[in-house]
Nanobody, 122 residues
Framework: QVRLVESGGGLVQPGGSLRLSCAAS????????MGWYRQAPGKQRELVAT???????TYADSAKGRFTISRDNAKNTVYLQMSSLTPEDTAVYYC????????????????WGQGTQVTVSS
């Protein structure tokens, strides 16, 4: 089975920075797109950032200029570097990776991390 393990969440003061990591392990042949989502209490889960296999990135308007998504293919890991954090960034953050377990078939499935809490407060 494929497993995604997230780390890096925690409590940070407004204006601070935090880096989230999401490492995939298990039966992995290749990984395509990766992304980060977040869900605050009482709100729907929203897209934060994505990164394609060629390194092309997209960001939510709320994340542009403050967050940076990156990937390390050798480690099957996606990162989210967050800066200038505000209380509005408080949420559970989830990573997603599109993964194939076969070298002969092109079927890829989306896998999700367990979520990591980010709290921005004074």
């Amino acid at each position: 089975q494929v497993r995604l393990v997230e780390s890096g969440g925690g409590l940070v003061q407004p204006g601070g920075s935090l880096r989230l990591s999401c490492a995939a392990s298990g039966n992995i042949f290749s990984i395509n797109a990766m992304g980060w989502y977040r869900q605050a209490p009482g709100k729907q889960r929203e897209l934060v950032a994505t990164i394609s296999i060629d390194g092309t990135t997209t960001y939510a308007d709320s994340a542009k200029g403050r967050f940076t998504i990156s990937r390390d293919n050798a480690k099957n890991t996606v990162y989210l570097q967050m800066s200038s954090l505000t209380p509005e960034d408080t949420a559970v953050y989830y990573c997603k990776q599109k993964i194939s377990a076969s070298a002969t078939m092109g079927i890829m499935l989306n896998y999700w991390g367990q979520g990591t809490q980010v709290t921005v407060s004074s």
